[in-house]
Antibody, heavy 113, light 107 residues
Framework: EVQLLESGGGLVQPGGSLRLSCAAS????????MSWVRQAPRKGLEWVSA????????YYTDSVKGRFTISRDNSKNMLYLQMSSLRAEDTAFYYC??????WGQGTLVTVSS | DIQMTQSPSTLSASVGDRVTITCRAS??????LAWYQQKPGKAPKFLIY???TLESGVPSRFSGSGSGTEFTLTISSLQPDDFATYYC?????????FGPGTKVDIK
């Protein structure tokens, strides 16, 4: 059974940094691209970033380019999202998502002073 | 970026109804479309990929069709557990984009 478990969310001040982690199990991690998707309170879904299975290519939505960095450690079946220069509009649940597959339960990031 | 639209935005229906949700892309995305179901306070649930392939464990009353720019999600006989918000997502090209969602509520 595919399982994705996010962690690392919390309250951070504007301009601060946070690193999200996603622990994957139940599938051959290195074979799949992975994404981060977010959802602001009472809003729709927004794709944030993706990384290929090898980690060699990364992609970002325009609003986070230069501020967020996606990475993975295939030896540990872990996906990461390093977030810096955080803004109030980054406040959202952040979900880890397997390519053409399941999502985790999400972790809440709140950017507020 | 590819823009995704959904119609209707809200749909009121009764148990047993046949329900159809339409998703349109601003340019051709082939078959690279997924559907998700989300209930309040829960993570989205992956339902369908490649426009029409049902994820394992998803009830057969759900079906997807379409290609290019127009797609549909059909629930053949609406069940109480199906009242939720449904999103489409294109994954033909980055940035991947979602539709705004269709809320299916009780008539």
């Amino acid at each position: 059974e595919v399982q994705l478990l996010e962690s690392g969310g919390g309250l951070v001040q504007p301009g601060g940094s946070l690193r999200l982690s996603c622990a994957a199990s139940g599938f051959t991690f290195t074979n799949y691209a992975m994404s981060w998707v977010r959802q602001a309170p009472r809003k729709g879904l927004e794709w944030v970033s993706a990384i290929t299975g090898s980690g060699g290519d990364t992609y970002y939505t325009d609003s986070v380019k230069g501020r967020f960095t996606i990475s993975r450690d295939n030896s540990k079946n872990m996906l990461y999202l390093q977030m810096s220069s955080l803004r109030a509009e980054d406040t959202a649940f952040y979900y880890c998502a397997k390519d053409e597959g399941s999502w985790g339960q999400g972790t809440l990031v709140t950017v507020s002073s | 970026d590819i823009q995704m639209t959904q119609s209707p935005s809200t749909l009121s229906a009764s148990v047993g109804d046949r329900v159809t949700i339409t998703c349109r892309a601003s340019q051709s995305i082939g078959f690279w479309l997924a559907w998700y179901q989300q209930k309040p306070g829960k993570a989205p649930k992956f339902l369908i990929y490649k426009a029409s392939t049902l994820e394992s464990g998803v009830p057969s009353r759900f079906s997807g069709s379409g290609s290019g720019t127009e797609f549909t999600l059909t629930i053949s006989s609406l069940q109480p557990d199906d009242f939720a918000t449904y999103y489409c997502q294109q994954y033909d090209s980055y940035p991947f984009t979602f539709g705004p969602g269709t809320k299916v509520d009780i008539k």
